[in-house]
T-cell receptor, first 112, second 118 residues
Framework: AQSVTQLDSQVPVFEEAPVELRCNYS??????LFWYVQYPNQGLQLLLK??????LVKGINGFEAEFNKSQTSFHLRKPSVHISDTAEYFC??????????FGQGTRLTINP | DTGVSQNPRHKITKRGQNVTFRCDPI?????LYWYRQTLGQGPEFLTY????????KSRLLSDRFSAERPKGSFSTLEIQRTEQGDSAMYLC????????????????FGEGSRLTVL
């Protein structure tokens, strides 16, 4: 069975600073990887996904993530954050294209 | 494309009562999923359908929970004899086939139905 570990439950950063949200997964088979964002009082929205091909994937709102198979990681990065990026971020893995398994989430707080 | 629709958005009930949630997926999506999310946690898988067939059900789902997707379109999730521990956000999501005929597991979520059991 697959699992996802988000290494930081909360990440506070200053506006315009870079940020990295860490995600590690475990699976015995090939995986598809996703990052979702949940703004306050809203549903989950897809930020980006890795299905195959280039290991660096770009998503919405200037976010990108890199798939590292040897380290079983899929860390999310943004070079300069904005107040509007304040949200909960979830990493998720799908193995065998059955169901998504989510991490516990990382709360990103942007301070002015 | 109107997205995934869930109702009711909020439900407050007394312990022991039955509740039912409805989910209308994106029309061309063949898979429909139910997840549960509690405060400060990631979504937890409950069950999923491919068309009208229920393909997997979480072992965490007690016998008080039942889900249906009778015609492969909308789905209902019923909780019988609710308990305070059932208080959570119930999320529905749908998933399309790719142009190659495969499902990648990418989910499109609704806004959720928040259940409060008093």
């Amino acid at each position: 069975a697959q699992s996802v570990t988000q290494l930081d439950s909360q990440v506070p950063v200053f506006e315009e600073a870079p940020v990295e949200l860490r995600c590690n997964y475990s699976s015995s088979v090939s995986v598809y990887l996703f990052w979702y964002v949940q703004y306050p009082n809203q549903g989950l929205q897809l930020l980006l996904k890795y299905l195959s091909g280039s290991t660096l994937v770009k998503g919405i709102n200037g976010f990108e993530a890199e798939f590292n198979k040897s380290q079983t990681s899929f860390h999310l990065r943004k070079p300069s954050v904005h107040i509007s990026d304040t949200a909960e971020y979830f990493c998720a893995v799908s193995a065998g294209a059955q169901k998504l398994v989510f991490g516990q989430g990382t709360r990103l707080t942007i301070n002015p | 494309d109107t997205g995934v629709s869930q109702n009711p958005r909020h439900k407050i009930t007394k312990r022991g009562q039955n509740v039912t949630f409805r989910c209308d997926p994106i029309s061309e999506h063949n898979r429909l999923y139910w997840y549960r999310q509690t405060l400060g946690q990631g979504p937890e898988f409950l069950t999923y359908f491919q068309n009208e067939a229920q393909l997997e059900k979480s072992r965490l789902l007690s016998d008080r929970f039942s889900a249906e997707r009778p015609k492969g379109s909308f789905s209902t999730l019923e909780i019988q004899r609710t308990e305070q521990g059932d208080s959570a956000m119930y999320l529905c999501a749908s998933s399309p086939k790719t142009s190659g005929g495969l499902n990648t597991g990418e989910l499109f979520f609704g806004e959720g139905s928040r259940l409060t059991v008093l």
